[in-house]
C-alpha cells in the first residue's frame, strides 16, 4: 500500500531557478540532488539554524532579514 503524500508547486523566475540548478551541486558535497530535494533541504537547513529561528527569513539580495524590511 503507498502513502498518501500530497504534493504542491512553486513558480521561479529563471534566475532563481537557475541558481538552484547550481545549488543542487554543491549543497551536498559529492551529490547532485534534484531541484525538489534541493529546496528541501535548503528549507531545512534555514528552519533549523539557530541565527535562521531568531532573525528570520534572509533577503539574500539586500542581506536584510524580513523584519529590517519591513521597518
Do not use: D, F
Not at 540532488?33 to 528570520?56: M, Y
Amino acid at each position: 500500500m503507498s502513502k498518501n503524500i500530497k504534493y504542491s508547486t512553486i513558480s521561479l523566475r529563471n534566475e532563481t531557478y537557475s541558481k538552484l540548478g547550481e545549488l543542487s551541486q554543491v549543497v551536498v558535497p559529492g551529490v547532485t540532488l534534484s531541484l525538489p530535494r534541493t529546496v528541501e533541504k535548503l528549507i531545512h537547513l534555514v528552519s533549523n539554524s539557530e541565527e535562521g529561528a531568531k532573525e528570520g527569513a534572509i533577503n539574500y539580495e539586500t542581506k536584510t532579514t524580513q523584519k529590517e524590511a519591513s521597518k
